[in-house]
Structure formats: structure tokens, C-alpha cells
């Protein structure tokens, strides 16, 4: 059995609508998924045990037991073909940790498409799925890429009418937020004053056009004030791009990443040379979308 290695990339939210509380502790969402070109690599080689192994930058802060998503995966998968969970997972991490880009998604999703390869399970795409949402609800999406509508909790997905390739700049920072806090200071912000979510027309119509501006005026945030109330600094990143001159620039996710739209290739640049020179943030970093989700790259 020879390793097989799946790339896969990290994701912006262009909208996130985040409505009441359900009963089951989830928020009912509508979002639109938007795969970038920062991956990460998931490498599945066979092994008498089900070990981890984690490179890159940030990899000192992923767990290395079931804690990690791409563990959990490959137990799943086994669990559902019936087979013991047998594999070295390498995660070569390119997506920044607890950055609100789904990186951890990412990697389950890439352990399950690694794994059915490794392991010649052979299940079919909707299955794998299943198993996705079942692990996350950003996993599915990983699976698929490109640029989706979420509902749900965000796992069932509907492709989205896009044209055109968009440029990104991302401010990473030094110090990720917690996906469950951000949710927390959100419903303390609104007070339990939540509508149902609904599909941004705006931002449907931006992307069917192509339109790089309008798409960087409807890019949209629930999530953002109560990242900005847990974390103040954001405000000044935020500032900064919007001061190099990009079209729009939004919290990704539940932050505390940075998301800036540009025109071009090249305004991108500027707009990371403008970042970087600013000081507000640890890094920055040019990435493009859509991409595809998931995919096998070598074995
Ligand atoms: P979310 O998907 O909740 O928005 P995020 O994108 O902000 O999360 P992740 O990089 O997925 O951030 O990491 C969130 C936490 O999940 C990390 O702090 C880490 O402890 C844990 N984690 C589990 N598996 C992984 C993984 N494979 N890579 C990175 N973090 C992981």
C-alpha cells in the first residue's frame, strides 16, 4: 500500500448569517462558502496503528489525539466499513490554526478522501459526505470546494452561480480565537434578538456578474462584531485594508483571520505590501478562489 496524499484548501465566509439558537445548541446559518487556494496536505500511509503527525506553521498547537478532526475521521471511516483504523496521518499544515478558516475541517475532510484511497473502501461520494457532516459543519464543504450556499448548520450545501476568479489578501494574527466564544459574545451581543437567515440577493447577484466590486461591497458577517468585541484589534486591521484600497474586507468566519478582496493579482500585492508595512497583523498571505475541494495529489 503506498501513502496517498490529499490537498485541501481553507475557506472564507463571503456571507455569514447566523440566526437564533436551536435546541440542539447549534445556530441555525446561511452562508456562503468560498474555497481559497491556502491548503493544507494530509498524507495517509499504512501503519499498525492510527498515529498523527503535524508540520507547519501553527503545528504546535494541533492535537495530536482524537482532539484532531483528521483522527476522528479516519476512526469514522473504519468504523463504517468496518475495518480497525490502521494509518500514520501527516498534516502539513498550510491553513492558520484556529484562524477561522476551517482548517481542522479541512484535514478531516482530506483524512477521509485519503483514507477511502488508502484503505480501498471505494465509498461513494454522498457517503463520504454523510460521514462529513456527521464530523463537522464545515467538513462537507471541504469536500467539495468551489463556492457553496450552506444551510443548516452549514453542511447542506447548494453550488452557487459564480463566475470569474477572485483575489484575497489575508491578515493572519498572532493569537487564534475560539469558534464556540465568538458564537457566545454574539448571542450576548444580540441579546438573544436573532431573525432568521436569509441568502444575501446582493451578494448572489455579485457573484453571478463577476463583479469584483460589488462582491467586496456584499461581503457580509454576523460573527464580526462579536469578533471585534473579543478582539478590539481587529478594528485597526480591518482599517488598514480598507485603507490600501481593497474592495471589501471582512472577518473571516469567527476570526480572527482577516479577509481583503482586490481587483487583481497585482492589487492584491499592493494590498499586502500596504498590510504587511502596517504592522497591524503577523503575517499576510495572497491566495485566489475558488478552487476544488479535496483532492488526491500523489500516492
Ligand atoms: P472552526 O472550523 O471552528 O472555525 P478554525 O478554522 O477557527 O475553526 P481550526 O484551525 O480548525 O480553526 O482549529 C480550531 C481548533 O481545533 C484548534 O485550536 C485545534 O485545537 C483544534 N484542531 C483539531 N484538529 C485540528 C487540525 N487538524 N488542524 C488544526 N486544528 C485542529
Not at 503535524?54 to 504546535?60: I, K, M
Not at 463566475?163 to 459574545?185: I, M, Q
Amino acid at each position: 500500500m503506498a501513502p496517498v496524499t490529499v490537498r485541501v484548501p481553507a475557506k472564507v465566509n463571503l456571507q455569514l448569517s447566523v440566526g437564533p439558537e436551536r435546541p440542539d445548541g447549534y445556530h441555525e446559518l446561511v452562508t456562503v462558502f468560498h474555497a481559497v487556494s491556502l491548503f493544507d496536505e494530509v498524507t495517509a500511509a499504512p501503519s499498525d496503528e492510527l498515529r498523527i503527525t503535524v508540520e507547519g506553521e501553527g503545528a504546535a498547537e494541533v492535537p495530536l489525539d482524537d482532539g484532531n478532526l483528521a483522527m476522528r475521521a479516519a476512526r469514522l471511516l473504519a468504523a463504517e466499513v468496518g475495518i480497525d483504523p490502521r494509518a500514520h496521518l501527516h498534516i502539513r499544515k498550510g491553513i492558520p490554526v484556529a484562524g477561522g478558516m476551517a482548517g481542522g475541517s479541512a484535514d478531516a475532510a482530506a483524512a477521509l478522501v485519503a483514507c477511502d484511497e488508502l484503505w480501498h473502501a471505494g465509498l461513494p461520494a454522498e457517503r463520504l459526505h454523510l460521514l462529513a457532516a456527521e464530523l463537522g459543519s464545515d467538513v462537507p464543504f471541504a469536500l467539495i470546494g468551489g463556492t457553496a450556499i450552506g444551510t443548516g448548520r452549514g453542511e447542506r450545501l447548494t453550488p452557487a452561480l459564480a463566475r470569474g476568479r477572485y483575489h484575497w489578501v489575508f491578515a493572519l494574527a498572532d493569537k487564534g480565537l475560539s469558534t464556540p466564544a465568538v458564537y457566545r459574545e454574539c448571542d450576548r451581543l444580540r441579546a438573544g434578538q436573532a431573525s432568521p437567515p436569509v441568502v444575501s440577493e446582493a451578494l448572489m447577484t455579485a457573484l453571478r456578474s463577476g463583479d469584483p466590486s460589488a462582491l467586496g461591497r456584499a461581503l457580509c458577517n454576523d460573527l464580526q462584531p462579536a469578533a471585534l468585541s473579543l478582539r478590539p484589534h481587529l478594528r485597526l486591521v480591518l482599517e488598514a485594508g480598507e485603507e490600501a484600497g481593497a474592495l471589501g474586507g471582512i472577518v473571516s468566519g469567527s476570526g480572527p483571520t482577516c479577509a481583503f478582496l482586490a481587483r487583481d493579482e497585482a492589487h492584491a500585492l499592493d494590498i499586502a505590501v500596504a498590510l504587511s508595512s502596517s504592522g497591524v497583523c503577523r503575517t499576510v498571505r495572497c491566495a485566489h478562489g475558488p478552487v476544488p475541494g479535496a483532492r488526491m495529489v500523489r500516492r
